[in-house]
């Protein structure tokens, strides 16, 4: 067990805001608002997708899955960072600690993977739309999702069972949650196969999914050059669009904070890079994909006037 080898300290001290007294107000106030908003907004297109029939469709099948993610992800760690904000001394035992940080690298992780099969629904909806409803059916959705799944659940079980360290003495975090490379930074053992295992990790769930969605929006340019028509130039665009701004926002705070030279790294940077991608990503999401779309405009509309 990952658990094994702890020895002397069983709880460790969180001090994200703690050095910044003067923020705490502000801080509290900007991850309340980005918590509820991510709550109400994911939870309202989980529901409207489910509900509206004419947004039963892949695109929207992948879009529902994003929201869960992202409802939970920002569960995993906003609700704690908002409890020790005025918490004079936020400890947190290291059981804990290690169920929190691996609910959140398994979001995260899945995250990555879906944003990547989002990237080839993008393909075939450009490419081949005459064969999209065949080549994108129900089974296939659901096999690409389930994969996204289980291969997060895979890659995070093993990234966390390599963990083997040796802590002693005053063990402080550096961060407003449990976070793999702060973690990992306090042991007093070699953590040098712990990061030889977090680059690997990076690599299957970060570089290979960022280098797939790259090749992918390749494609989808070659054939929105082909589309003669600037109507169907627009409608390609707004199609993939969306996607394209989350996955430059998501996978390159990731990138940058997983792929650097921890020893380049800085704590403070790198706990406000976390927050970006780790609080900010989920609001974002539904705001940038689905109130710019037509059809989730459309079917806001009918479900308010269903109402009144």
Known sequence: MAMDNV??????LLIGISN???WKDMFFTLVLIIYLSTLLG???MIFLIHFDPNLHTPMYFFLSNLSFLDLCYG???????????????PYL???????????????????????????????????????????????????????????????TAMLILSLR???????????????????????????????????????????????????????IAMAVIRIRSAQGRLKAFTTCGSHLTMVTIFYGTAISMYMKPQSNS?????????????????????????LRNKDVKGAIRKAMLKRT
């Open 266 to 290: 800085s704590p403070d940077q790198d706990k406000f890079i976390s927050v970006f991608y780790g609080a900010l990503t989920p609001t974002l999401n539904h705001l940038i994909y689905n």
């Open 165 to 219: 360290p040796h802590f002693y003495g005053a063990n402080v975090i550096k961060h407003f949650v449990c976070e793999i490379l702060s973690l990992i930074k306090l042991a007093c053992s070699d953590i040098s196969f712990n990061e030889l295992m977090i680059l690997i990790t990076s690599v299957f769930t970060l570089l290979l999914p960022f280098g797939f969605v790259l090749l992918s929006y390749i494609q």
């Open 42 to 44: 994911n939870g309202f």
């Open 20 to 22: 910044y007294p003067q």
């Open 93 to 155: 035992s290291y059981p804990r600690c290690l169920t929190q940080m691996s609910v959140s690298l398994t979001l995260a992780t899945a995250e990555c993977l879906l944003l990547a099969a989002m990237a080839y629904d993008c393909v075939v909806a450009i490419n081949n739309p005459l064969r999209y409803s065949v080549v994108m059916n129900g089974p296939v959705c659901v096999c690409l999702a389930a994969t996204s799944w289980g291969t997060s659940l895979v890659l």
């Open 75 to 89: 569960t995993a760690s906003m609700p704690q960072a908002l409890v020790h904000c005025f918490s004079t001394h």
């Open 7 to 12: 020895t002397a300290v069983f709880q460790f």
